[in-house]
């Protein structure tokens, strides 16, 4: 927001910053589409010209909260402190009745200390209740679909009905063009069809802002290089048959039908009848969308990381549903959330995020252990080469006080068609992360969602399928 308009004039935390005039178009004449998308988002919701159409805002669903937890490692804490944390935060949320608590894979990154989804998901399950425990996601390209169905099977036979297996694709950098197989080696197989880009200017969709892609991406050749090393040190080195050949094969073995490429039937027992829900998670309109789609599956889309291509996400998902597990489409959006009682506190607070962000992007040595209000650097100060890397993750961040943020979630469920929502919170203090979810539960309003969770736990499966 900026600094010359009247607080009162909007409860929005941000316009964002750096958004040219036009909103990143060229030259040509002004009008509606073409006004500085800083004024646009920063009037009253009634006054906000550039959407075509607009929904009721007064039917605006309160879906279900989730929370997505990355055990983040604090600067000046210890990754023992952080795993130790994350089981005491996910008691917390049991009891402010969030419907599921996920945990990432995230390897050799010196911010975060969730590696082990299973190890952390038991232990969680053993220590509440009523939430739902998860992984999102168990990357597939460090474990094999058999043995991740097999951990949270029996997780699922300890606690039925309470445990979700969340499969996601890893990031595979594209090879350049020194990349040459070893001797005898199988030629690498030819990349799908590119996807269309994400828009490269940012839009206002129906009062959601969806930022432009970072610039270079995943193809920064010193991300690249970060993420070779890495999967060498964490055994990355998987061939997978096909993401759709590797959902399927959880699914047979769920259900007590897989046969081998010989044709003989095998059984896993901790997964056959297993009481686990699986889901796809995507960050884009590409395979992981659409296989969901296709075998009936729920789909948790990455708003969070990936803001650009959330709409793309969910639009194909739909387009591809079939029903199978599921009877028809459920959707869960992320969004990262930062909530405090003050909108000038949520701002301090806020402040470490783009630091953080830009230690991931810049492909030096993964996500920093989480920075204090204090030693952030302000946006202003920043290089416009940083401000562009991770600008489309500070614009999108909700953050404020409680009834900003409840307004931007709403509009993120009106725009996205979301069933549920994922949220992850970052703040250096363990205390006010714990603050910002009990102040997100009390305006949103999950003791009542709460209420009815035992007969909606789950999405609507068809009939005779677990």
Same mark, same amino acid.
């Given at each position: 927001?900026?600094?010359?308009?009247?607080?009162?004039?909007?409860?929005?935390?941000?316009?964002?910053?750096?958004?040219?005039?036009?909103?990143?178009?060229?030259?040509?004449?002004?009008?509606?589409?073409?006004?500085?998308?800083?004024?646009?988002?920063?009037?009253?919701?009634?006054?906000?010209?550039?959407?075509?159409?607009?929904?009721?805002?007064?039917? *605006?669903?309160? =879906?279900?909260?989730?929370?997505?937890?990355?055990?983040?490692?604090?600067?000046?804490?210890?990754?023992?402190?952080?795993?130790?944390?994350?089981?005491?935060?996910?008691?917390?949320?049991?009891?402010?009745?969030?419907?599921?608590?996920?945990?990432?894979?995230?390897?050799?990154?010196?911010?975060?200390?969730?590696?082990?989804?299973?190890?952390?998901?038991?232990?969680?399950?053993?220590?509440?209740?009523?939430?739902?425990?998860?992984?999102? $996601?168990?990357?597939?390209?460090?474990?094999?679909?058999?043995?991740?169905?097999?951990?949270?099977? *029996?997780? $699922?036979?300890?606690?039925?009905? &309470?445990?979700?297996?969340?499969?996601? &694709?890893?990031?595979?950098?594209?090879?350049?063009?020194?990349?040459?197989?070893?001797?005898?080696?199988?030629?690498?197989?030819?990349?799908?069809?590119?996807?269309?880009?994400?828009?490269?200017?940012?839009?206002?969709?129906?009062?959601?802002?969806?930022?432009?892609?970072?610039?270079?991406?995943?193809?920064?050749?010193?991300?690249?290089?970060?993420?070779?090393? !890495? !999967?060498?040190?964490?055994?990355?080195?998987?061939?997978?048959?096909?993401?759709?050949?590797?959902?399927?094969?959880?699914?047979?073995?769920?259900?007590?039908?897989?046969?081998?490429?010989?044709? $003989?039937?095998?059984?896993?027992?901790?997964?056959?009848? $297993?009481?686990?829900?699986?889901?796809?998670?995507?960050?884009?309109?590409?395979?992981?969308?659409?296989?969901?789609?296709?075998?009936?599956?729920?789909?948790?889309?990455?708003?969070?990381?990936?803001?650009?291509?959330?709409?793309?996400?969910?639009?194909?998902?739909?387009?591809?549903?079939?029903?199978?597990?599921?009877?028809?489409?459920?959707?869960?959006?992320?969004?990262?959330?930062?909530?405090? !009682?003050?909108?000038?506190?949520?701002?301090?607070?806020?402040?470490?995020?783009?630091?953080?962000?830009?230690?991931?992007?810049?492909?030096?040595?993964?996500?920093?252990?989480?920075?204090?209000?204090?030693?952030?650097?302000?946006?202003?100060?920043?290089?416009?080469?940083?401000?562009?890397?991770?600008?489309?993750?500070?614009?999108?961040?909700?953050?404020?006080?409680?009834?900003?943020?409840?307004? &931007?979630?709403?509009?993120?469920?009106? =725009?996205?068609?979301?069933?549920?929502?994922?949220?992850?919170?970052? *703040?250096?203090?363990?205390?006010?992360?714990?603050?910002?979810?009990?102040?997100?539960? !009390?305006?949103?309003? *999950?003791?009542?969602?709460?209420?009815?969770?035992?007969?909606?736990?789950?999405? &609507?499966?068809?009939?005779?399928?677990?």
């Amino acid at each position: 927001m900026s600094a010359d308009l009247a607080e009162g004039e909007s409860r929005l935390l941000y316009p964002p910053p750096g958004l040219p005039p036009g909103g990143g178009g060229g030259s040509g004449s002004a009008g509606p589409a073409d006004e500085d998308l800083r004024v646009v988002a920063a009037r009253p919701a009634q006054d906000r010209g550039v959407r075509s159409t607009m929904t009721d805002r007064t039917n *605006t669903r309160r =879906v279900p909260l989730s929370v997505l937890d990355l055990a983040l490692v604090a600067d000046g804490a210890t990754g023992v402190q952080a795993i130790q944390r994350a089981v005491s935060l996910a008691i917390d949320l049991d009891a402010l009745g969030y419907r599921r608590v996920w945990y990432a894979e995230h390897h050799l990154a010196p911010g975060v200390a969730s590696a082990s989804p299973a190890v952390l998901a038991a232990a969680v399950a053993a220590r509440t209740s009523r939430i739902r425990v998860g992984s999102g $996601a168990v990357l597939l390209s460090t474990t094999s679909p058999l043995i991740a169905a097999e951990q949270f099977g *029996t997780i $699922a036979a300890l606690h039925p009905g &309470r445990v979700d297996l969340g499969l996601g &694709r890893a990031f595979a950098p594209p090879p350049s063009s020194s990349d040459k197989p070893a001797d005898g080696a199988r030629p690498a197989q030819p990349a799908q069809p590119p996807r269309p880009p994400a828009p490269a200017v940012p839009r206002l969709v129906d009062g959601l802002y969806v930022p432009p892609a970072p610039p270079n991406g995943l193809n920064d050749p010193a991300l690249r290089e970060r993420i070779l090393a !890495q !999967q060498e040190v964490i055994g990355a080195h998987r061939k997978p048959a096909g993401f759709r050949e590797e959902v399927g094969l959880v699914l047979a073995l769920q259900q007590g039908t897989y046969r081998d490429r010989t044709g $003989a039937a095998y059984a896993s027992p901790p997964v056959e009848g $297993a009481a686990f829900d699986l889901w796809l998670l995507a960050s884009s309109g590409g395979e992981s969308a659409t296989v969901a789609g296709e075998l009936g599956l729920p789909l948790a889309a990455n708003f969070h990381v990936s803001p650009a291509t959330v709409l793309d996400t969910v639009a194909a998902y739909r387009a591809a549903f079939r029903p199978g597990v599921l009877a028809e489409p459920y959707v869960v959006v992320s969004a990262d959330v930062l909530v405090a !009682q003050t909108l000038e506190r949520a701002r301090v607070l806020a402040e470490p995020f783009a630091d953080w962000v830009l230690s991931i992007r810049r492909g030096e040595r993964g996500a920093i252990a989480y920075p204090s209000p204090s030693a952030a650097t302000a946006w202003t100060d920043r290089p416009d080469a940083e401000r562009a890397l991770v600008a489309d993750r500070v614009d999108t961040r909700i953050v404020g006080d409680p009834a900003t943020v409840v307004e &931007r979630l709403e509009t993120l469920v009106r =725009v996205t068609g979301a069933d549920e929502l994922l949220v992850t919170t970052a *703040t250096h203090d363990p205390a006010e992360t714990r603050r910002s979810f009990e102040l997100l539960a !009390q305006a949103w309003g *999950t003791d009542g969602a709460a209420a009815d969770r035992d007969a909606t736990n789950s999405p &609507r499966t068809t009939a005779g399928v677990a």
